[in-house]
């Protein structure tokens, strides 16, 4: 069973950067995509962004595309999404979450396909 925790959150000025980071317990997720997702107040979660567990393939959701990257770092069993440029519609509870296969652009898109999840980080951007 791997237990994720997301870290980095906080409050940041519209334009500036953070790093989020996600760290993987119980056993290497290594062999795992990796995703994140957000869920601002009254709204449903949406997908941001995923790498799949090579980091060959990545994907980004359009509204964060150019400004968002996702990196993994495997020795660390950790996956970090860089926010460049936050916006205050960026504002929200970002989770990553976990699944064994990469599997279609749609699926990837979908939280509902994702194994196991993180209890989340608080993101609040300042205009």
């Known amino acids: 069973q791997v237990q994720l925790v997301e870290s980095g959150g906080g409050l940041v000025q519209s334009g500036s950067s953070l790093r989020l980071s996600c760290a993987a317990s119980?056993?290497?997720?290594?062999?795992?995509?990796v995703g994140w997702f957000r869920q601002a107040p009254g709204k449903e979660r949406e997908f941001v962004a995923a790498?799949?567990?090579?980091?060959?393939?990545?994907y980004y959701a359009g509204a964060v595309e150019g400004r968002f990257t996702i990196a993994r770092d495997n020795a660390r069993n950790t996956v970090n999404l860089q926010m460049n440029s936050p916006k205050p519609e960026d504002k929200a509870v970002y989770s990553c979450?976990?699944?064994?296969?990469?599997?279609?652009?749609?699926?990837?898109?979908?939280?509902?396909?994702?194994?196991?999840w993180g209890q989340g980080t608080q993101v609040t951007v300042s205009s």
């Open positions: 979450a976990g699944r064994r296969s990469w599997g279609t652009l749609r699926a990837v898109a979908e939280d509902v396909q994702w194994t196991y």
């Open positions: 119980g056993r290497t997720f290594g062999s795992d995509s």
């Open positions: 790498i799949s567990a090579n980091g060959i393939f990545i």
